[in-house]
């Protein structure tokens, strides 16, 4: 049984004798394997995309599959008519098994109401899961290359049933396989059980969009909600807050929405301004709304509470607005955020909410959360108590870019609510809601890490690391 314990790590996993792994081939052997796989894939399905696929054994059965047949993993982006169940490799052939990265899991679960009471029963529980994640989660998830994401949950599922007692989520991309020259995942983590789920982390940008809205029109004046992107690509985000940044007036966004991969590899990503259309390049009317000045990804220790900081301050040169307000702010979504045309969202509070040490944890779990965003819109969610972890994933990932995949996101608060955020929301600044509907802003929508949750950065560390303040409406 494998145990992360109080003062030792012990797994169980297969030894190297002699330039060979336990009952299996040469690892080179299995990376050629896995170049014929990749080759073949991509001629033949070329409008889908392969996020990340590695070989391993079955440890359970699974449909066709039986325990300890040798398995390709395949997690895929825009997965369609994939009918293969096998690959051939010579003279054998082995079982395939394709994971959609954006479909989100049909677990059971419980409503949110009552893993919110359940988190407050449960406080000191929660606090202790929350110590030792930040003391394992980095090493998890470079131990395990299928491990996802790790998150603190009120309940576990065994055999398709809920157990409501506090544990930790281990979210993998093919439960029952285990890669290569990899240990099985540990059973608990110090005394607190561990659960299996599968689930991926992605982020929030839109690389195709939807509907037209209002935020997705030529706004003029600028508004936060609205739909942002770099000049001539494709890829949409949105309009986060007003700041201030060395006595320059601009907005902050995520910086993924302007940078690759392949560029986010360094700490300090290219200094060369970019453009910024308002909307995003793919809709009619597109112009010029700024330049970004400076962008952050941090993805080493870059802080000292060792948080992912992805973020851009975009210096205004269009559209300047005197008065702000959000876009989208239909009669039907405010109601369903619990506002009305007579009880507007008031932000007017330029002082950030500090949510990453506040000894009133639990106060804040029954406040509502408030995001405005380009695709969805006026949302409202709830904050989980635990933090996020979780590796980032592209399917624009380059073969030079490989070590990306062990970067992490670390650190980063959870909301959930239905239909919270979609692709194209990265960059959206979330609000605590107060009881007279005044907003005070706790941080930025970075990605997408389950059904109902979304991962978002505390605001604190990224104006810290953009040498920004915010700018509340008047």
Request: net charge neutral; aromatic share 10%; hydrophobic share 35%.
């Given at each position: 049984?494998?145990?992360?314990?109080?003062?030792?790590?012990?797994?169980?996993?297969?030894?190297v004798?002699?330039?060979?792994?336990?009952?299996?081939e040469?690892?080179?052997?299995?990376?050629?394997?896995?170049?014929?796989?990749?080759?073949?894939?991509?001629?033949?399905?070329?409008?889908?995309?392969?996020?990340h696929?590695?070989y391993?054994?079955?440890d359970?059965?699974?449909?066709?599959?039986?325990?300890?047949?040798?398995v390709i993993?395949?997690?895929?982006?825009?997965?369609?008519?994939?009918?293969?169940?096998?690959?051939?490799?010579?003279?054998?052939?082995i079982?395939?098994?394709?994971?959609?990265?954006?479909?989100?899991?049909?677990?059971?679960?419980?409503g949110?109401?009552?893993?919110?009471?359940?988190?407050?029963?449960?406080?000191?529980?929660?606090?202790?899961?929350?110590?030792?994640?930040?003391?394992?989660?980095?090493?998890?998830?470079?131990?395990?290359?299928?491990?996802?994401?790790?998150?603190?949950?009120?309940?576990?599922?065994?055999?398709?049933?809920?157990?409501?007692?506090?544990?930790?989520?281990?979210?993998?991309?093919?439960?029952?396989?285990?890669?290569i020259?990899?240990?099985?995942?540990?059973?608990?983590?110090?005394?607190?059980?561990?659960?299996?789920?599968?689930?991926f982390?992605?982020?929030?940008?839109?690389?195709?969009?939807?509907?037209?809205?209002v935020?997705?029109?030529?706004?003029?004046p600028?508004r936060?909600?609205?739909?942002?992107?770099?000049?001539?690509?494709?890829?949409e985000?949105t309009?986060?807050?007003?700041?201030?940044?060395?006595?320059?007036?601009?907005?902050?966004?995520?910086?993924?929405?302007?940078?690759?991969?392949?560029?986010?590899?360094?700490?300090?990503?290219?200094?060369t301004?970019?453009?910024?259309?308002?909307p995003s390049?793919?809709r009619?009317?597109?112009?010029?709304?700024?330049?970004?000045?400076?962008?952050?990804?941090?993805f080493?220790?870059?802080?000292?509470?060792?948080?992912?900081?992805?973020?851009?301050?975009?210096?205004?040169?269009?559209?300047?607005?005197e008065?702000?307000?959000?876009?989208?702010?239909?009669?039907?979504?405010?109601?369903?955020?619990g506002?009305?045309?007579?009880?507007?969202?008031?932000?007017?509070?330029?002082t950030?909410?500090?949510?990453?040490?506040?000894?009133?944890?639990?106060?804040?779990?029954?406040?509502?959360?408030?995001?405005?965003?380009t695709?969805?819109?006026?949302?409202?969610?709830?904050?989980?108590?635990?933090?996020?972890?979780?590796?980032?994933?592209?399917?624009?990932?380059?073969?030079?870019?490989?070590?990306?995949?062990?970067?992490?996101?670390?650190?980063?608060?959870?909301i959930?609510?239905?239909?919270?955020?979609m692709g194209?929301?990265?960059?959206?600044?979330?609000?605590?809601?107060r009881?007279?509907?005044?907003?005070?802003?706790?941080?930025?929508?970075?990605?997408?890490?389950?059904?109902?949750?979304?991962?978002?950065?505390?605001?604190?560390?990224?104006?810290?690391?953009?040498?920004?303040?915010?700018?509340?409406f008047?």
């Amino acid at each position: 049984m494998a145990t992360i314990g109080e003062h030792k790590t012990h797994f169980s996993g297969p030894r190297v004798m002699g330039g060979h792994y336990l009952g299996l081939e040469k690892l080179d052997d299995k990376d050629n394997i896995l170049c014929k796989f990749e080759k073949w894939f991509c001629d033949k399905y070329k409008e889908s995309h392969l996020v990340h696929f590695y070989y391993g054994k079955a440890d359970i059965p699974i449909e066709n599959i039986k325990h300890g047949d040798e398995v390709i993993v395949a997690v895929i982006d825009k997965m369609k008519d994939l009918k293969e169940r096998t690959f051939r490799n010579g003279d054998k052939d082995i079982a395939v098994i394709w994971k959609d990265w954006k479909e989100d899991t049909d677990e059971v679960s419980l409503g949110m109401e009552e893993q919110q009471n359940l988190q407050i029963k449960q406080i000191d529980k929660f606090k202790k899961i929350e110590k030792y994640l930040e003391e394992n989660s980095k090493d998890l998830l470079k131990k395990h290359s299928n491990l996802e994401m790790i998150m603190a949950s009120t309940y576990r599922i065994k055999k398709g049933k809920i157990s409501k007692e506090p544990c930790i989520v281990l979210y993998c991309s093919c439960k029952g396989v285990v890669p290569i020259n990899e240990a099985k995942f540990p059973t608990t983590i110090h005394e607190i059980k561990t659960d299996v789920r599968e689930g991926f982390f992605h982020l929030e940008c839109n690389f195709n969009g939807d509907v037209c809205a209002v935020s997705k029109d030529l706004l003029n004046p600028l508004r936060m909600g609205a739909s942002i992107g770099k000049e001539g690509e494709q890829i949409e985000g949105t309009l986060g807050g007003f700041v201030k940044s060395n006595d320059e007036f601009g907005f902050i966004t995520c910086a993924h929405n302007f940078y690759g991969p392949d560029e986010m590899e360094t700490p300090e990503l290219p200094k060369t301004p970019i453009t910024v259309v308002q909307p995003s390049h793919e809709r009619e009317g597109s112009q010029e709304c700024g330049k970004t000045v400076r962008s952050v990804s941090s993805f080493s220790n870059v802080n000292e509470e060792n948080i992912t900081v992805d973020a851009t301050f975009v210096r205004l040169t269009e559209r300047c607005p005197e008065q702000l307000f959000f876009a989208d702010l239909f009669t039907a979504r405010l109601k369903n955020c619990g506002f009305s045309r007579a009880t507007f969202p008031r932000y007017i509070s330029g002082t950030p909410l500090d949510l990453r040490e506040d000894e009133d944890r639990e106060s804040h779990l029954l406040k509502k959360y408030l995001k405005c965003g380009t695709t969805t819109g006026l949302t409202m969610g709830y904050l989980h108590l635990d933090l996020f972890r979780g590796r980032l994933r592209d399917c624009r990932f380059s073969k030079s870019t490989k070590n990306l995949q062990h970067k992490y996101y670390q650190k980063q608060l959870i909301i959930e609510g239905e239909n919270f955020s979609m692709g194209g929301d990265s960059g959206s600044f979330v609000f605590q809601v107060r009881e007279d509907h005044i907003l005070d802003c706790i941080g930025m929508l970075v990605g997408r890490c389950g059904k109902y949750r979304r991962a978002v950065t505390p605001i604190i560390p990224v104006l810290n690391a953009l040498n920004a303040s915010l700018i509340p409406f008047p």
